[in-house]
């Protein structure tokens, strides 16, 4: 239980503080913290939670991070969907909260004709930049493919663990700073069902890629690290 309520909370913080930075921060005249701000934003709160719970229950904060962990066989599969389903809860916890919040704003609505509705992500003519379903997937595959390697790495008994962290969070605000205008960045599948819940519409029909593209990325990372990368001599 205390590993699943560190996954709450951590993907709680990841979602309120990720998205709650575009929601709140990122238009405001003069004084928007705009895509690098909450590209930093999305990397602090891993970074940040990491230090808080990662000791409990490793750290996830995401799905697909889950799957990559299993894929490289440092996951056990029994507590594969314990682990996905405190993240996406927490992460819809973050979003109703964030709703709750933007609810008491003058004139708030959600349109979820436009790409970016509550932060969430798209393709097509809910991708920010109008990338396609194609260049989505893709994007979404290797970034998370990427993340997965970066996490891998920096968590190996090889390495010095005690800036995996610093090298995680870093990584998450490269990736956004990719891809925010392809998909509005996602390489997290609760990230992406939390606030699609909210948006509705096509957002929220557009969510299978955000499931999909992140886990079989990072299912390839996994199998990859594991067989190709990994140092199987004893430390």
């Not at 928007?32 to 701000?37: K, N, S, T, V, W």
């Not at 964030?98 to 509550?118: M, Q, R, V, Y």
Request: hydrophobic content about 55%; aromatic content about 14%.
């Amino acid at each position: 239980m205390r590993k699943l309520l560190a996954e709450f909370f951590g993907t709680y913080w990841l979602v309120f503080g990720g998205c709650g930075s575009a929601l709140f921060a990122a238009g405001i005249p003069d004084l928007g913290i705009g895509f690098a701000g909450v590209s930093l934003a999305f990397g602090l709160t891993v970074l940040t939670m990491a230090y808080a719970v990662g000791h409990i229950s490793g750290g996830h904060f995401n799905p697909a991070v889950s799957f990559g962990l299993w894929a490289s066989g440092r996951f056990s599969m029994k507590e594969l969907l314990p682990y996905v389903v405190a993240q996406c809860v927490g992460a819809i916890a973050a979003a109703g909260t964030l709703f709750t919040i933007l609810s008491g704003k003058t004139g708030f609505t959600i349109d979820n004709t436009k790409a970016g509705a509550f932060a969430s992500n798209g393709f097509g003519a809910f991708s920010p930049d109008g990338y396609s379903m194609q260049s989505a997937f893709i994007a979404e595959f290797v970034l998370t493919l990427f993340f997965l390697l970066v996490i891998l790495g920096a968590t190996d008994k090889f390495a010095n663990g005690k800036f995996a962290g610093i090298a995680i969070g870093l990584a998450l605000t490269l990736i956004h700073l990719i891809s925010i205008p392809i998909t509005n960045t996602s390489v997290n599948p609760a990230r992406s069902l939390s606030q699609a819940i909210f948006a509705g519409g096509e957002p929220l029909s557009q969510v299978w890629l955000f499931w999909a593209a992140p886990i079989l990325g990072a299912i390839a990372a996994g199998f990859i690290y594991k067989n190709l990368l990994q140092d199987h001599t004893e430390a």
